[in-house]
């Protein structure tokens, strides 16, 4: 566990709702404060853009925080999540994806696809994805002022 993550911030649409119920509870297990920014229920339809603010919001002010945000697509909420200049978002399908990016590119929001990742390769992916370290050089530094 990384324990220089403050806390997890997790939200999903009504699509996302079992897969984040999914990862709260395994990440919890193993010591992470996750905290549950909603939605609950998979039958309330909500829209995409409002479950990233929730998140985008929280880590506007707790700087040691990421973010998880789970639609149907992935690709939804990466978009809406990137329109936050404090957010580097990426949709990852598997654990070396999420690796990379963060490395690279310092990637502090996870995005996941319910429709196109099972549970279990989820969590492993956001286990990549807390766990990574950033690979913080000139190059890379100078890269995220600029899209900041």
């Given at each position: ?5 403050s806390?997890?911030?997790i939200?999903a ?5 079992g ?5 709260i ?17 998979p039958n ?12 985008t ?5 707790d700087?040691?925080?990421r ?20 957010i ?23 995005t996941?696809?319910?429709?196109d ?21 000139e ?10």
């Open positions: 566990m990384n324990k220089s993550i806390k997890i911030y939200s649409d009504h699509r996302g709702v897969l984040k119920l999914y990862l509870e395994m990440l919890s297990a193993v010591g992470y404060l996750v905290v549950n920014l909603g939605t609950d229920d309330t339809m909500v829209d995409f853009p409002e479950i990233t603010e929730r998140v919001d929280k880590m506007l002010t700087k040691t925080a973010g998880i945000i789970v639609c149907g697509s992935g690709a939804g909420v990466q978009i809406a999540a990137n329109r936050f200049r404090h580097r978002a990426s949709r990852c399908e598997r654990p070396d994806q999420a690796r990379v990016d963060r490395f690279h590119d310092d990637v502090n929001v996870l996941l696809s319910a429709d990742i099972d549970a279990e390769m989820a969590m492993l992916t956001a286990t990549a994805f807390l766990e990574s370290p950033f690979d913080a050089i190059r890379r530094i100078r890269r995220i002022k600029m899209i900041s």
